[in-house]
């Protein structure tokens, strides 16, 4: 069984994938407390749902295109099932994880987009840097969010050390909703010599940052 917050269609907001519809399946809970989070409702409640219900949910979007979160959906045992078997229906998967999970055990066919927290969420002492070390060139994306210099000095330190412009299909810079000057971030990126791609949250612009199943 599989704790669910909430299951719905719309635009992928994030990463290489941005601007295609999907199917997102929100998994209830997360071990983590970024200061910023933009998901605490997920930390709680959620509905008791067998992956074959969510599984019949999905289907009836006829997307091809799936992503698994949360929360963080890979601290739920049942999410490793459901990961499964949607790949085994064809489906193109997603898995946006917080990184403090280990993804080892997910099925290979998804693909992982990993954050790594950066000293500002308040949570940068508990990657899982292993992590880092399965990062697949051809499929799997890493996330940073960027709250101000100090955060940009790690990812570019965390970049370098782990060789993630190679090792990674992108490097993701997010800044933190509201808080993070865009255009000082832009031009961190525009001086870095580093391929990384700057991303705003698509959804947030169409719907609003408050906007929940969407
Ligand atoms: S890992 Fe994600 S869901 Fe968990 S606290 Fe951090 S931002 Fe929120």
Not at 129 to 143: I, M, Q, S, T, Y
Request: hydrophobic share 40%; charged share 30%.
């Amino acid at each position: 069984m599989l704790r669910v917050t909430e299951i719905f269609h719309s635009i992928q907001g994030e990463s290489t994938h941005a601007g295609r519809p999907c199917a997102f399946v929100r998994l209830t809970g997360c071990p983590m407390r970024c200061v910023w989070c933009d998901s605490e409702y997920t930390f709680t409640g959620g509905e008791r749902m067998s992956v074959e219900d969510v599984l019949e949910r999905v289907r009836a979007y006829g997307c091809r295109l799936v992503e698994v979160t949360g929360g963080e959906p890979l601290a739920q045992a049942g999410a490793f099932d459901l990961i499964a078997r949607l790949c085994e229906e064809g489906y193109e998967v997603l898995i946006e994880t917080g990184g403090y999970v280990s993804t080892e055990g997910v099925d290979e066919r998804a693909k992982i987009i990993l954050d790594v927290k950066c000293p500002a969420s308040g949570e940068a002492e508990r990657n899982h840097w292993p992590n880092l070390g399965r990062l697949r060139a051809d499929k799997d994306e890493v996330k940073f969010v960027v709250a101000d210099r100090a955060d940009w000095d790690y990812t570019l330190e965390v970049i370098r050390r782990y060789g993630l412009t190679t090792t990674a299909r992108a490097v993701l810079v997010s800044p933190v909703w509201g808080e993070t000057d865009l255009r000082e971030l832009a031009e961190w990126i525009k001086e870095c010599g580093l391929d990384v791609r700057m991303q705003l949250q698509m959804h947030k612009h169409i719907w609003g940052a408050e906007a929940r199943g969407v």
